[in-house]
């Protein structure tokens, strides 16, 4: 999936990063916006955050988030996140969405 674009007064905007500017004003250098849901159609100011690179490229690395554990009795799904080349548990989860919203919002 793709970003959105488009060209307003002659300036080319991915869509995400226009919505943040007009509610937020200019993104500094050295930091980008990320799509919570990691949808990236998904333009909504409350599905918006600004993130520094790294932990863009981390949370981009971690993929989905959770993994099955099958030996857990009803909290199947661990949330993950990495720093530093370890892994940490956020929590289980009873569904693989619970998982993955609980990995997505774990930097907010």
Known sequence: MKYIQFTKNGIHWFEHR??????NGDIPKGMQIHHINGDKQDNRLENLRMVSS???????????GYTYRPHLKKRQYE???RRGGVYKSIGSF??????????RTYFI
């Open 18 to 23: 226009y919505v943040w500017t007009q509610a």
């Open 54 to 64: 790294s932990e863009n490229n981390e949370m981009k690395q971690l993929g989905k």
């Open 79 to 81: 949330a993950i996140i």
């Open 94 to 103: 009873g569904t693989p969405c619970g998982a993955y919203m609980a990995h």
